[in-house]
């Protein structure tokens, strides 16, 4: 479910396009608001917890290239990218300040830990920070702040990029307090992989250690792919579970309030 969610067609129309987001664009068309859609869209995948949309706003991504051109739509940034041959400089929402949901701040706030990732940076991690409030409620949160370093860089989007420019990119579009900890993973992609990726122009990312502890953030590194996928290079869900886990026990203090325990990062 998980791939077929994330498959991204190649070609005509819908190119760019993911599945999953179609299969939610066409639940709102049938919803009162873009927050029952996505309510919908929980049922119908049986999801286990709450997920919240940031904004119910009508919002365009638009990125803007280092070479002073920008295009509109978060569908056409990978094929626009590729075809100026140069980076993303930032991205922004149109309108540039739409209302957050007040429920994202309300979890963020309550949470114990936030986890940044994995997931594409320019189209799925860094947009959510670009609605006012969420990144100031991500760096003042008393949670543990974690960032999910890719396994590979992504066409269209991060070709070349160092873990430490990911961050780079993650602060200049949010603040740069919002990250306690770094998890990144460590297991050797197989040749065969990396040569799939390799025709997408796409490779491991480097992780750069000095350069991401320069910046404040602690990284630790472990073996968190799943060597089960023999032709693509995904994050193993139980053991990114387990990692993260790990880091809370190790990182956070254990207290108990009315509404139960909680684990605040330790200073």
């Known amino acids: 479910m998980e791939d077929l969610l994330a498959y991204r067609f190649h070609d005509g129309s819908l190119a760019g396009q993911s599945f999953g987001n179609l299969l939610l664009a066409a639940l709102d068309g049938i919803s009162d608001s873009f927050e029952e859609a996505v309510e919908r869209m929980n049922q ?30 978060e569908s056409k940034i990978f094929s626009f990218k590729r075809s100026q041959h140069c980076r993303i400089q930032r991205v922004r929402m149109e309108p540039e300040a739409p209302p957050v949901l007040p429920k994202v701040i309300d979890a963020l706030r309550e949470a114990d830990v936030i986890v940044l990732g994995p997931g594409s940076l320019y ?22 702040r974690i960032y ?29 307090d919002m990250v306690d900890l770094c998890l990144a993973n460590s297991a050797d992609i ?31 590194c472990e073996p968190l792919s799943d060597e089960t996928k023999r032709y693509k290079a995904r994050h193993d869900s ?17 207290t108990w309030t009315d509404q139960g325990v909680r684990y605040v990062r330790e200073r």
């Open 123 to 144: 189209t799925s991690i860094i947009p959510n920070l670009l609605v006012p409030g969420v990144a100031d409620a991500v760096a003042e949160s008393q949670a543990l």
């Open 148 to 176: 999910v370093a890719n396994i590979m860089t992504q066409e269209g989007e991060t070709e070349g990029y160092t873990l430490s420019e990911h961050l780079q990119a993650l602060f200049d579009h949010g603040r740069p």
């Open 190 to 220: 197989p040749e065969e992989v990396r040569q799939l990726y390799r025709s997408e122009n796409a490779q491991p990312l480097l992780v750069d250690g000095d350069a991401v502890r320069a910046m404040g953030v602690e990284l630790i």
């Open 44 to 73: 119908l995948l049986a999801v286990t917890g709450q997920v919240l949309p940031v904004t119910s706003e009508n919002v365009n991504l638009v990125a803007e290239m280092e070479n002073g051109t920008s295009v509109r739509g």
């Open 238 to 254: 139980m053991k990114l579970a387990r990692a993260i886990l790990d880091v809370v026990e190790d990182r956070c203090v254990r």
